[in-house]
Every structure is written in structure tokens, then in C-alpha cells.
């Protein structure tokens, strides 16, 4: 909020910076850092990231769009329709989302206030400075389905926390199917692309340019600032161990 500056592309920088701290599941590389040194200045990348969670089962790939938006009232429809009010941005996500079978989504960088709401009421969101709404429900918003005039909080209000993926209750079992049922078209099962497989298997001090280099040009993964990966597959058995272990 006081830093205004700071746009989206370096809060992204920043939270998966920190994410792969915490985490060792977690791994990321930022793709507009390779690409910066080949072209030119402007890395020209269309989307945020692209976020494998690869669970036991299913896969879910999603790609982001990011916005950073904290006032009350902001333009949004304006902003959505991005840029000059083409929507360009976001047909763009919708459009590369479908083809590839990806999980569109906004990444909206907030701050809530008391009167925030998001989906899920089991978190509290008082804390929490990241948001994550469906591209599809999110467009309707570009579309002027919900008037001219919309709020922070309207758009908040069919977003959830970041961190509900993980600390939900129905976290990996589920969870995505009931926030986001737009989805069922979109998740097929997919093998994982070699370069997601590379991620996960490499140790993180193994990752070599050179393979990076060669991926980004194999997938064309100049269009993404940023490919991470999250290792869900014994998240996601977990829960049903424990259920076993109780019934026991
Ligand atoms: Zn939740």
C-alpha cells in the first residue's frame, strides 16, 4: 500500500522467493531471467506463472494472471479489461488456458479490510495478502456483468486465500472441484511435460541452466515470468492414512 511502485511483478518475485525458503516442495524458476539475457530488456512474457501441483492422482496446472489491487475502488472493470480496454490480457489467459488444458486464474496482491469476504470462511482473512480467483468468474466482472462500479471486496468475494490450497479443510481432497467448478473441462489427465518432471526430481542445487535453457525453448516458456512446481503426492495420501489409522 505505501510502496506504490512496487507492482506485481516484483511482489511475485518476492512471495516465491520466500515460498521455496520455507518449503522444499516447492520449486520455481524464473524464467524471465533467462530470457532477459537472450532478447532484449523487456522479458514480453504474457503471463505471471505457471504452478504445478502435481498430486498421487490428478495434476492441476495453473496459470496466473496477477494483479495488484488495494484500493477500495480502483477502476477495476477498466483494469480488467487491460490493456486500453481490450481484455486482451485476459482473452489471452483464457484462451491459452483452454488449449493447453490449464487452470486460469488471477492472483489478486490485497489487502483486506473488515468487511472482506473471500469463499472459504473456515480462514481468517485478515492476514492474508493474497488472493485467487477463476479467470472465468473474473471476467464477468471485465464484462460488466456485476455493474461499472466494482469493489476490492467484490472481487475478493469470489476469490480465496492463496493458503486455502493448503490448510483447507478439504485441502487435496477435493478443493478445487468445489471453489472453482468451472474447472471440470479443463483438468484432464495429463502426463506431467518433461521440464515439470525435471523440477520435481532435481535437487534444487542441481537445477542446471543448460537443461532450463533447452526447456525454455523446447515449450516455448518464454510466455511465463515464472514455472514452479508443488510435490502434493504424499499431501496428498496423508489424509487418507490417517483416516486408516483411526478406523483401525
Ligand atoms: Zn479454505
Not at 511502485?5 to 533467462?34: C, N, P, Q, Y
Not at 532477459?36 to 496446472?61: H, T
Not at 480496454?85 to 483452454?98: E, G, I, P, R, W
Not at 464477468?140 to 493448503?166: T, Y
Amino acid at each position: 500500500m505505501n510502496v506504490e511502485g512496487v507492482g506485481e511483478e516484483s511482489i511475485t518475485d518476492f512471495l516465491l522467493w520466500k515460498w521455496a525458503l520455507i518449503d522444499r516442495k516447492f520449486r520455481s524458476i524464473k524464467v524471465s531471467s533467462f530470457t532477459r539475457q537472450e532478447e532484449s530488456s523487456i522479458s514480453g512474457a504474457d503471463f505471471e506463472m505457471e504452478v504445478w501441483l502435481v498430486g498421487s492422482k490428478l495434476n492441476y496446472p495453473l496459470v496466473f494472471q496477477a494483479k495488484k489491487f488495494v484500493k477500495t475502488y480502483d477502476g477495476y472493470v477498466n483494469k480488467l479489461n487491460y490493456p486500453k480496454n481490450t481484455k486482451n490480457q485476459m482473452s489471452t489467459l483464457l484462451k491459452y488456458a483452454s488449449a493447453n488444458s490449464r487452470i486460469p486464474f488471477y492472483a489478486f496482491y490485497s489487502l483486506p479490510d473488515e468487511k472482506t469476504k473471500a469463499m472459504c470462511r473456515h480462514n481468517d482473512v485478515e492476514d492474508c495478502g493474497v488472493f485467487m480467483a477463476h479467470a472465468k468468474v473474473v471476467e464477468e466482472f471485465a464484462d460488466g456483468k456485476h455493474g461499472r462500479r466494482v469493489s476490492k471486496n467484490d472481487l475478493l468475494g469470489v476469490s480465496n486465500p492463496f493458503h486455502c490450497i493448503f490448510c483447507c479443510p478439504i485441502a487435496f481432497r477435493g478443493y478445487f472441484e468445489k471453489y472453482f467448478p468451472s474447472i471440470d473441462g479443463e483438468l484432464s489427465e495429463q502426463s506431467l511435460p518433461e521440464y515439470v518432471r525435471y523440477l520435481l526430481d532435481a535437487h534444487e542445487l542441481e537445477i542446471s541452466e543448460e537443461r532450463v535453457r533447452t526447456f525454455i525453448k523446447e515449450y516455448n516458456l518464454g510466455k511465463f515470468r515464472h514455472i514452479a512446481v508443488y510435490d502434493m503426492r504424499e499431501l496428498e495420501e496423508s489424509p487418507n492414512k490417517a483416516l486408516q489409522r483411526t478406523s483401525r
